[in-house]
């Protein structure tokens, strides 16, 4: 499948992605509203775009009570169908990465969906940092590369 | 081989799952006391609050078990006989298994006080439960909630927003013993008086007692009482056992399983709120009741009972909900214990609240109160607890922390 890949070195957090995700959510531009999320941080003066990383085995997916976490056959994104979520959080406190949001409006939790095989924050990103790419086992091993976070704190 | 899973809700269908990974063909029946298409318990708060429809209590699709290739039945299992290897419903059925799986979870208790049974008094527990109070989730009924733990709150919460009026009984000095700290239950109690609950602490209910135009009246030990149309009773549950008496089965506050949740009588597993399982500190066995337990301990059932290789990692509580307009949200050790430090995040507002609880420098659990943002950093913490690694440098850092490791390991995420 493809995924969302992120180049931490290119990335100068110009948000173009936050705005462009929360346009293709809502039709506005509010950055509390995007699913990616770019974090600043002027002491190690590294910036981080976030996003789900469409896990393998997703714990928010097992977990979810609402059976509302699904993958779609298509894109293979994890998906959260508003309309079964119940907005209990249990996926928010569940995802290792801090990747899924709570929308304060409609009292749900959501996430990346991969706009349905066309990410809205990869084509606006002006630095290609974002790239959706093509890869078999993309972040198959996410957990692995936070277990290597772990190690190296 | 024959398999038989006591119970279709996270524990037994995490188990089903699990065990359909691993073997396609022995033939698989559930046995459940309620319906056959199952639902969710997390969600009844949900449906009495109105954010979700009747339909979506229910959290598989009728040809859910055809798909698996298992049968499910109704009845009420009365009797494990573990020397003939087969339960006993009330029905008469006997039903043989090689392996069984016991994820009958728990039922609430009632406290011993006079008059609380008969018409307008419910637990919040069961669909069935749900049922009952639907018809009272209406705007000017009152409701009294005794106790104020995380099921009780919730169903306090959902008649608030229906425009009920909401009284919350707790026996003890605060409210969520077992889910908050006394910072972040304080928190939330005050949320909860400024949204409309009359909340009373510290009391005691002496009777109930009938009137005849059929409300509820709470006589109280400090002298007081109110007048109420129904109650809602959340003092605890205990896990449904009943049928396993005689037999030997190891008890302790919940049935005694290994890592692989085996219990102590051979091809019989637990898993779910029935079960006392590891913890994931490491220290005595728990049964947490918890949804995430339950799924987990489901499926190492599962795949044990397929002979598949699994281990427990211990049951890591997890705890978090909205309501009142606030998020809480708690994780492992949060209450201060002895020769533990705390780390409390001093930069946020007066109303919000996170702590991280760390021993020896490693995290061993924590509290947040406030936004949702705050649940994620819980999230985060959530892998470095359960692999007991040290935080070095300030944990207010934690997501800097993240950010650079990610970069560090760059490569690991742009070359696929
Ligand atoms: C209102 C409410 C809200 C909750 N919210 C949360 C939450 O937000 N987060 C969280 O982590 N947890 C929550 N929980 C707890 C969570 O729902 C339970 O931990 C979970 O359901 C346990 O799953 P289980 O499969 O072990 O048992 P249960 O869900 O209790 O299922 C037991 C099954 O066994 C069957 N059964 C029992 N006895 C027999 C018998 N003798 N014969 C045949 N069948 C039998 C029952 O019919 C049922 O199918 C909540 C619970 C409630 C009631």
């Not at chain 2, 009797?79 to 009330?90: H, I």
């Not at chain 2, 009984?169 to 304080?186: C, G, S, T, W, Y």
């Not at chain 2, 149309?229 to 005689?246: H, L, Q, S």
Request: overall charge neutral; some cysteine.
């Amino acid at each position: 499948m493809r995924f969302i890949t992120m180049d931490v070195t290119k990335c100068v957090v110009c948000r173009n992605c936050e705005y462009a995700c929360s346009f293709q959510q809502t039709g506005d531009f509010r950055r509390e509203d995007s699913n990616i999320r770019v974090e600043y941080y002027d002491d190690v003066k590294i910036c981080l775009p976030l996003t789900c990383m469409h896990c393998d085995d997703s714990w928010c997916l097992e977990i979810c009570p609402a059976s509302a976490i699904t993958r779609n056959v298509k894109t293979g994104a994890i998906e959260i169908n508003s309309e079964r979520c119940a907005g209990c959080k249990m996926c928010i406190l569940a995802c290792p990465f801090g990747n899924i949001h709570f929308d304060k409006i409609n009292m749900v939790s959501r996430k990346c969906n991969l706009c349905e095989g066309e990410p809205n924050c990869v084509s606006f990103c002006i630095s290609g940092a974002l790239q959706y790419t093509e890869s078999k086992n993309s972040y198959q091993n996410n957990r692995q590369i936070f277990q290597r976070f772990i190690e190296n704190l | 081989m024959q398999v038989v899973i006591i119970g279709n809700s996270a524990a037994g269908l995490s188990g089903l799952e699990a065990f359909r990974k691993k073997d396609q063909s022995s033939s698989v029946t559930i046995v459940t006391r309620e319906g056959e298409v199952p639902y969710s318990k997390v969600l009844l708060p949900y449906y009495l609050l109105g954010k979700i429809p009747y339909a979506n209590l229910f959290t598989r699709d009728k040809n859910y078990y055809a798909r698996l290739n298992a049968k499910c039945i109704t009845g009420n299992v009365v009797k494990l006989l573990p020397e003939q290897q087969a339960v006993l419903l009330e029905s008469g059925t006997l039903l043989p298994y090689d392996k069984l799986l016991i994820a009958t979870g728990s039922s609430p208790v009632k406290p011993p006080i006079p008059g609380l049974s008969g018409k307008g008094i419910y637990h919040l527990w069961t669909l069935a439960d749900v049922e009952n109070l639907a018809p009272y989730y209406n705007k000017g009924k009152r409701v009294v909630v005794l106790g104020s733990g995380f099921v009780s709150l919730q169903g306090a919460w959902a008649a608030l927003s229906r425009g009920l009026d909401v009284s919350v009984i707790e026996l003890m000095d605060r409210i969520m013993p077992r889910v908050l700290d006394d910072h972040a239950a304080a928190l939330l109690a005050t949320r909860m008086i400024k949204s409309g609950v009359d909340l009373r602490i510290n009391t005691f209910t002496r009777e109930i007692e009938r009137t005849g135009d059929e409300k509820l009246v709470l006589h109280f030990k400090n002298g007081k009482s109110l007048t109420s149309d129904f109650i809602i009773v959340g003092t605890g549950v205990r896990p449904n056992i009943e049928f396993t008496a005689g037999t030997g089965l190891k008890i302790d506050a919940g049935i005694v399983v290994n890592k692989q949740m085996e219990t102590t009588l051979p091809g019989v597993y637990a898993a779910g709120d029935v079960a006392q399982v590891p913890s994931a500190s490491g220290g005595d066995p728990v049964v947490h009741a918890l949804w995430p337990t339950a799924i987990e301990t489901g499926s190492i059932a599962g795949t044990a009972m397929a002979s598949g290789n699994s281990r427990y990692r211990g049951s890591l509580n997890m705890n978090v909900t909205q309501m009142f307009d606030i998020t809480v949200a708690s994780m492992g050790e949060f209450m201060d214990i002895e020769g533990s430090e705390s780390w409390t995040d001093e930069n946020l507002p007066e109303d919000q609240y996170l702590k991280i609880v760390l021993k020896d420098g490693v995290p061993i659990g924590a509290i947040c109160a406030g936004g949702s943002e705050l649940i994620s950093t819980l999230g985060m913490l959530r892998p470095l607890i359960r692999e007991k690694v040290q935080l070095q440098g300030n944990p207010g850092m934690l997501k800097a922390l993240l950010a650079s490791n990610i970069a560090q390991h760059q490569q690991t995420f742009i070359k696929q």
